[in-house]
């Protein structure tokens, strides 16, 4: 995903643009058996047995310029001048969030990790979320305290007597 505002003037746009990806994965692995003739199904599910991510989340800013060729004999139509934004002058060191949660209730710890750079951390002059720096999010799963190895459900249709 990438979003885009900026100025236009005919031979030169810049602004201020945010290239996004989000990923997901659910990894599981297993059998279903289908009896059609006792409507009867069977799901197996088997738990993984490593840490896997789920869901991550990354975004990056950054300002551009691109300044529209006007001699013909040149190569391309275009120059793309390019520069992210670091959030180096608001923060050195990036704000961690950390959240686990499930470790021993569920079996499985499911961890929220992320980092971004807080506008709210000594400058409160610069730009507002998103721009003031790259965030990134991940959304993980790993075995926990006892974690379950497999999950067997059964399926019954009623029967239409």
Do not use: W
């Not at 994965?25 to 197996?44: C, I, M, Q, W, Y």
């Not at 949660?101 to 979320?129: A, C, H, V, W």
Request: charged share 30%.
């Amino acid at each position: 995903i990438v979003g885009k505002m900026s100025v236009d003037c005919r031979v030169a746009q810049s602004g201020v643009a945010i290239n996004a990806t989000v990923n997901t994965t659910f990894p599981v692995s297993g059998k279903l058996a289908v009896d059609l003739e006792n409507k009867k199904h069977r799901l197996n599910i088997k738990a993984p047995d490593q840490k896997k991510e789920l869901f991550v989340f990354k975004s990056d800013p950054f300002v551009y310029t691109e300044q529209k060729k006007v001699d013909p004999a040149a190569d391309g139509d275009h120059i793309i001048h390019k520069m992210d934004i670091l959030g180096k002058k608001i923060q050195k060191h990036p704000t961690q969030v950390h959240a686990s949660f499930g470790r021993e209730e569920l079996g499985y710890e499911f961890s929220l990790d992320g980092k971004m750079i807080s506008r709210l951390n000594k400058e409160t002059t610069s730009p507002i979320q998103p721009l003031t720096g790259p965030i990134e999010f991940k959304l993980s799963a790993k075995p926990g305290l006892y974690p379950p190895t497999e999950a067997d459900f059964e399926l019954r249709q009623p029967t239409d007597e």
